[in-house]
Nanobody, 129 residues
Framework: QVQLVESGGGLAQAGGSLRLSCSFS????????MAWFRQAPGKEREFAAG???????YYTDSVKGRFTISRDNAKNTVYLQMNSLKPEDTAVYYC???????????????????????WGQGTQVTVSS
């Protein structure tokens, strides 16, 4: 069974930075696509960034140029570096995993939350103006 544990959330000022980490255990990390989703109060969970098992990345438009997702297969960890934070980035951020080696690329299918099998508990990110 895959377990995901997020860390690194907290409070930041607008324009500031935070780095989220997600530790993966229980299966072969390098065979899984990984993603970060986020959910703001009163809103649906939405895709933020993803990385394929080959390291190819994909971002939603609202975070392009500001967020960077990366993975370290030696440490079984995926990261989300968030720069130039905005108040609208305030949300609970969830790490998600799915065994997926069907494509070298990060496919659009993997922007859907219902395509992921494993989830972390979430970490709060709050950006003040």
């Amino acid at each position: 069974q895959v377990q995901l544990v997020e860390s690194g959330g907290g409070l930041a000022q607008a324009g500031g930075s935070l780095r989220l980490s997600c530790s993966f255990s229980g299966r072969t990390f390098s065979s899984h696509a990984m993603a970060w989703f986020r959910q703001a109060p009163g809103k649906e969970r939405e895709f933020a960034a993803g990385i394929s098992w080959t390291g190819i990345t994909y971002y939603t438009d609202s975070v392009k140029g500001r967020f960077t997702i990366s993975r370290d297969n030696a440490k079984n960890t995926v990261y989300l570096q968030m720069n130039s934070l905005k108040p609208e980035d305030t949300a609970v951020y969830y790490c998600a995993a799915r065994f997926y080696t069907s494509s070298y690329h990060y496919t659009e299918e993997l922007t859907r939350a219902d395509r992921f099998d494993y989830w972390g508990q979430g970490t709060q990110v709050t950006v003040s103006s």
